[in-house]
């Protein structure tokens, strides 16, 4: 990534990505403490969801923003050491998706059967949809591991890599970068089929007379904030084709400035949004946020009732 540039212009689009991705991070980790300092949010299934959403973003964020520092700094690493970075890179940036098409489950679940809703979203069930959204990420994070070994990695007079540590980098087999490519889009097209069709879902139970069209109208708001949430990770998987195809047709040097662009806006300002979306929505998240942000400064900030819908 810093092929080309010069020590200050490194230091300078350092610090311009740096400081956003910190900036973010904060109030990602804020985020977090909030939806863990009130019991209505530690025994409220949708916090729970969003709290596993949160918990990945940041991790992905502090990943990225790792793997760009090393990269910029022109430090090499090892293949074992760059696989594990990647590999948990990978897990992290699709426990998203799948968590959002279960809050957006969650949401369906809450406006076409309000009375069976506290029977099927349960704590305990809660739980068991987050240990299987990670499981079957770190299952597919085994397939590449294991298409992985096909490298020849005992001709190698080294396990000192040549390059910057990527995603890119770790497909030293055809067949993992044709993998990869299939997977994600049966991942997005699939979320992304959930999602649309729990919006259609609530869209339909809004016009039923029993049905509460306050309650309805929130709940499609937040999967609509969902399936844009979901494009931008979407977006964020496309990083790297984006760059392949631009690297055609402009400089290294240019191509570099434009990576830089690309990853604040799709890679670190995406993994912020769901604080900065619920953060700023959610009448009981609200002024817990505001008052951690604040470094637990009292602020008058009127009582707010405790709302636990969408």
Not at 130 to 146: E, G, K, Y
Request: glycine share 2%; charged share 10%.
């Amino acid at each position: 990534m810093a092929v080309g540039l010069g020590l200050v212009e490194r230091v300078m689009l350092t610090t311009l990505t740096t400081v956003p991705c910190c900036t973010f991070f904060f109030i990602n980790v804020t985020m977090l403490f909030t939806l863990r300092s009130k019991l209505v949010f530690r025994e409220t299934s949708r916090y729970i969801l969003l709290y596993n959403l949160l918990f990945a973003d940041t991790a992905q964020m502090a990943l990225s923003q790792l793997l760009y520092i090393l990269s910029i700094g022109r430090i090499m690493l090892t293949y074992p050491v760059c696989g594990t970075l990647v590999m948990l890179a990978n897990i992290t940036n699709e426990v998203s998706p799948l968590t959002l098409v279960v809050m957006s489950l969650e949401r369906y679940v809450a406006v076409c059967y309000p009375l069976r809703h506290a029977a099927i979203i349960t704590i305990r069930n809660t739980a068991v949809a987050i240990i299987v959204i990670w499981a079957f990420c770190s299952l597919n994070v085994l397939v590449r591991i294991i298409l992985l070994l096909n490298f020849p990695f005992q001709d190698l007079e080294s396990l000192q890599m040549n390059s910057f540590c990527s995603t890119l980098v770790m497909f030293l087999v055809p067949v993992a970068a044709h993998y990869d490519k299939v997977y994600i889009c049966f991942l997005f097209i699939s979320a992304g089929t959930a999602v649309i069709s729990s919006y259609i879902g609530v869209i339909v139970a809004a016009r039923s007379a029993s049905t509460d069209k306050a309650s309805a109208r929130k709940a499609r708001n937040t999967l609509l904030l969902h399936l844009v949430q979901l494009g931008l990770s979407l977006l964020s998987t496309m990083h790297n084709p984006l760059l392949i195809a631009i690297s055609k047709i402009v400089t290294r040097i240019v191509l570099v400035r434009i990576q830089n662009v690309f990853y604040v806006f799709i890679i670190i300002l995406p993994r912020c949004l769901s604080a900065l979306i619920y953060g700023l929505r959610d009448q009981t998240i609200r002024p817990v946020l505001v008052y951690y942000l604040c470094c637990r400064l009292k602020l008058s900030v009127a009582p707010t009732k405790a709302d636990v819908s969408p």
